[in-house]
């Protein structure tokens, strides 16, 4: 390996390069690394979208790394949903809560996401110091976090627990001994590190990202279950009544409104409830039987007439007692309200479709076909990471703007549920494209994206 300068200081007015700002082609690996030995990690991570090249294409491996670019970094391998770190076109990302932010609006969203999922946390003071170095113990630890270990697995302290747990699996593969690690990581380290990292932390996100549809395996029990008369969903759906709610915990919906007392009895059936996703209940109010742990909520009970109120923009993998569907890059599951204009056909809704659902009280009322930018799908013939993309249409090739966090959707049409939530990496020349424009912030922008494989 070159002997990088590990301890170089970022340059100030440097934002996300190398990590998500650049301008360097999908395919492209930076000319810095080619022939390295950090090349193969750099390469992947490009692929993912987790890591890309600075204005010139260069990953400056040398570089430190801050407290802000090392969130990034580790919240995209947990492929978080769009909306939850970036917005969406009709959402605000959530604020991290942190009073330190000021210039730092490109990274908040992560940041506050790897709080809100135990990544790591703030200081004593309340600050967050984006832009302070990271340490390489702080960087393996965030790293082992995403990949579901915890202060309460591991046990012992800190920085022994982790930096052990690290080595044990291989964490430290192509990089200085643990004992030897300098004091503060730079690029090189974390990409080889995160890359090492890879596999477990998918299989820990896929934990996570159970199905959030259908019937549980069993019905919970009442006596577990503590009853609130009224409760409200923070913004960012963390906690419910001001009680913390972990983030895998189990929302089923079962009866209604007016059946939820002190006294409320559960019917012993599980055929009675249905799994829903907590990103049905944004800012919702709403009576509950929750079970808590270690003082976060780890079950809910929710009516079912109780859910997220406005407009919500999907596609569609079932219709079947409702609409299964991808929202903002979530799998939810809506039932029908009274009178509610359905969609036609299972057809329409695989033809890479966009519907723009109106609901009220987490049921849909109606469903509406949405129009592309360009009138169907259209080749890509070039993209640029974090920027525009250039289609084929009748009159040549055409760049279309696309907004700086769009939603992705890849369509499989012989796949079981023909959609799942893209990555940048889906996006590619010779791939097929339709753009959305669902915004109403007066720009030519792309907010969402369906690729068609």
């Not at 082992?144 to 747990?165: E, I, Q």
């Not at 080749?379 to 055409?398: A, D, K, L």
Request: net charge negative.
């Amino acid at each position: 390996m070159r002997n990088w300068n590990v301890k170089r200081i970022l340059a100030g007015g440097l934002l996300a390069t190398a990590l998500f700002t650049g301008t360097a082609f999908a395919s492209a690996v930076p000319a810095d690394v080619i022939g390295e030995p950090v090349e193969e990690a750099v390469a992947v991570l490009f692929e993912r979208g987790i890591i890309t090249g600075d204005e010139n294409g260069l990953f400056n491996p040398g570089q430190n790394l801050t407290r802000a670019q090392a969130c990034i970094i580790v919240v995209k391998s947990m492929n978080p949903p769009v909306g939850e770190v970036a917005g969406t076109a009709t959402q605000a990302p959530a604020s991290s809560g942190f009073p330190d932010m000021s210039g730092y609006s490109w990274a908040e969203g992560y940041i506050g996401y790897a709080v809100r999922n135990g990544i790591t946390k703030g200081y004593p003071d309340g600050s967050f110091k984006p832009g302070n170095k990271v340490t390489s113990n702080e960087l393996a630890t965030m790293i082992l976090r995403a990949a579901g270990h915890s202060d309460v697995s591991l046990g012992g302290t800190w920085p022994d627990n982790y930096t052990g747990k690290a080595l044990e699996l291989g964490l430290y593969d192509g990089l200085p001994a643990k004992d030897e690690m300098p004091d503060y990581a730079a690029k090189w380290m974390a990409a080889q590190m995160n890359y090492n990292a890879l596999d477990l932390i998918d299989k820990a996100q896929s934990r996570v990202a159970e199905k959030t549809w259908g019937i549980p395996a069993q019905a919970p029990t009442r006596e577990n279950l503590e009853f609130v008369l009224s409760g409200r969903f923070n913004a960012e759906l963390s906690s419910f009544g001001g009680v913390p709610i972990v983030r895998d915990a189990q929302i089923l919906s079962h009866g209604l409104k007016k059946d939820f007392n002190r006294e409320m009895v559960l019917s012993e059936k599980a055929s009675d409830f249905q799994l829903k996703s907590i990103f049905q209940y944004k800012n919702v109010v709403s009576p509950a039987l929750i079970r808590i742990e270690s003082g976060h909520i780890v079950q809910m009970v929710l009516p079912a007439d109780a859910g997220f109120t406005g407009q919500a923009y999907s596609v569609v993998n079932q219709l079947s007692d409702g609409i299964l569907s991808l929202t903002a890059g979530q799998e939810m599951r809506w039932s029908y309200g009274e009178g509610a204009k359905t969609i036609s056909s299972s057809r329409e809704a695989g033809e890479g479709t966009l519907y723009r659902l109106s609901i009220a009280d987490g049921r849909v009322t109606a469903a509406a076909p949405q129009q592309d930018m360009k009138m169907g799908f259209r080749t890509i013939s070039e993209y640029r990471i974090n920027g525009p993309i250039q289609v084929e249409t009748e009159s040549g090739n055409q760049w279309i703007e696309v907004t700086d966090a769009p939603t992705i959707y890849v369509l499989d049409p012989s796949a079981k549920f023909r959609y799942r939530t893209g990555k940048v990496a889906d996006i590619r020349p010779g791939a097929e494209v339709k753009l959305f424009d669902i915004s109403d912030n007066g720009l030519d922008q792309a907010d969402i994206i369906i690729v068609r494989l």
